[in-house]
């Protein structure tokens, strides 16, 4: 069964985040931009059936009701990217670092592949992959 799959996450900064995951990851936006600039609710393509949504952060504390959103520096969960190649895995690294984010894990070989984790500018793991 193919269902759409949506993972939603909180932005301190709507237009910084349209900005960076179409420049970093080259993610295609999904709707039509809005008086700001940017579509509500704002959401990127990562394939047919999945998105990401990033909705801000006091939107999303009322989603959440009475618990706890994880600090900026925790991450609850790590996504994970796959590409093409060990040279698309540097490539995305970098672009996200030029973009704002932090670099956790070095692009470097493991034993399953290729790999490097970057935040986004709220803090949001994201783990670029190419499997051998």
Sequence with gaps: MNRPFTIALPTSD?????TFYQETLGLEP???PTEDGVPEPLQFRID????V????????GWVLGDRMAAP??????LLTLTVQSPTEVSASIERMRAGGGG???APAQQDWGFSGVATDPDGHAWQIIALN
């Design 48 to 51: 047919e059936n999945s998105t």
């Design 14 to 18: 709507r237009q910084r985040t349209y």
């Design 30 to 32: 999904i709707g039509e």
């Design 72 to 77: 900026r520096n925790v991450s609850e969960c």
């Design 53 to 60: 949504m990033f909705i801000p952060t006091g939107g999303f």
């Design 103 to 105: 670099v956790f894990a």
